[in-house]
């Protein structure tokens, strides 16, 4: 690995952790004003849509696997998470394979897709 891959990791990890412990102002920072969360049923919804939802606890997101990055150049990387997802709306847990974009500074949610079933190689319960 790269030093440029695992300072990318590094910063996707404390998005990560921004996510998953609903720090607004990190939040704030790191995802670009454009970012946008696709529900898994009915339209996109805005950056700050998102982190209202969020902190709202409308959604939780939790247990993130182990990023891995998918591509990289020069003003973008691509990386992909697993991670537990609970909205307000949903019955029960479901799993979601995010896939992140980074420019230079900032971060989007360029894909969101519902896994049938538990990663095989998911490592926490």
Known sequence: MTSSESTLLADCHTLLVAVSHRDICQLNRFLAITAERQPLQGPARSKYDWIDALQNRELTYTDFATPTVSEMTN?????????????????????LQLTFIRDQTHWQLCRQQELSEKPIDWIRS
């Open 75 to 95: 003003h973008h990387a691509r990386i992909q998470v697993t991670a537990k997802f609970q909205s307000a709306t949903l019955s029960t847990t479901v799993f």
